[in-house]
């Protein structure tokens, strides 16, 4: 079947604008998760979608960043006004459930250019 | 704190050499989560193995094996007969019942397989 899809792969924006990144998580698939690989900071969290709602956003850096979730399927995680600072892969998980113990299927990213 | 550390930082070894991945990890939980990922050039996060703290058997999975031992609170990873194939970087991470659902990574240690 479909794995996690995000688009798009690549955005090369300059400093001062807006982005948005989408994710496809695998079908029937409840709990949704956001994480960014950057050289400097490894791979971190950044949100998690239990459903629509995001019960665990302690990983958001700044409230230029946010997120949402519709329908229990699709993500998108908007960051407003970018910094060069933000330039890093942006990958998106999914998982079955909200169990802790589940494995969380990773899509392929979005690498972010902030110019 | 909840940490996990991979001190190896790269490793480079010779087609069929046996070699070890370290993960070392530190949670006050009694119940915690383990897990091994590989990212391969692609870039995209494959998930290899969990393991939950109540269950210390190794495991062996064709050429991989895994060695986890609360009592030095390690989990690493061994391939043997290494291939080109297992070229990537392998990231250990942990979930810990106290901190949600969310992915505490360590910082990977890229594998080189050569001829």
């Known amino acids: 079947g479909a794995g996690v899809s995000q688009s798009p792969s690549n955005k090369v924006t300059e400093k001062g604008k807006d982005v948005e990144l989408r994710c496809d998580p695998i079908?029937?698939?409840?709990?949704l998760y956001w994480y960014r690989q950057s050289l400097g900071q490894g791979l971190e969290f950044l949100i998690y979608?239990?459903?629509?709602?995001?019960?665990?956003k302690s990983g958001l850096p700044s409230d230029r960043f946010s997120a949402e979730r519709t329908g229990g399927s699709v993500s998108t995680l908007t960051i407003q006004r970018t910094q060069q600072e933000d330039s890093a892969v942006y990958l998106c998980?999914?998982?079955?459930?909200?169990?802790?113990?589940?494995?969380?299927?990773f899509g392929p990213g979005t690498r972010l250019t902030v110019l | 704190a909840q940490k996990v550390t991979q001190a190896q930082t790269e490793i480079s070894v010779v087609e069929k050499e046996d070699v070890t991945l370290d993960c070392v990890y530190e949670?006050?939980?009694?119940?915690?989560?383990l897990f091994w990922y590989k990212q391969p050039p692609s870039g995209e996060l494959v998930f290899l193995i969990r393991?939950?703290?109540?269950?210390?058997q190794n495991e062996i999975s064709g050429r991989y094996s895994w060695n986890f031992q609360k009592s030095t609170s390690s989990f690493n990873f061994t391939i043997t007969a290494s291939q080109v194939v297992d070229s990537a970087v392998y990231f250990c991470?942990?979930?810990?019942?106290?901190?949600?659902?969310?992915?505490?990574f360590g910082t990977g240690t890229q594998l080189k397989v050569e001829l």
């Open positions: 998980a999914s998982s079955p459930a909200s169990v802790s113990y589940n494995e969380q299927f």
């Open positions: 079908s029937g698939h409840t709990a």
């Open positions: 979608f239990q459903g629509n709602s995001a019960p665990d």
């Open positions: 949670t006050r939980d009694t119940t915690y989560y």
């Open positions: 393991r939950n703290s109540f269950d210390e």
């Open positions: 991470a942990l979930i810990f019942t106290g901190g949600g659902n969310k992915l505490t």
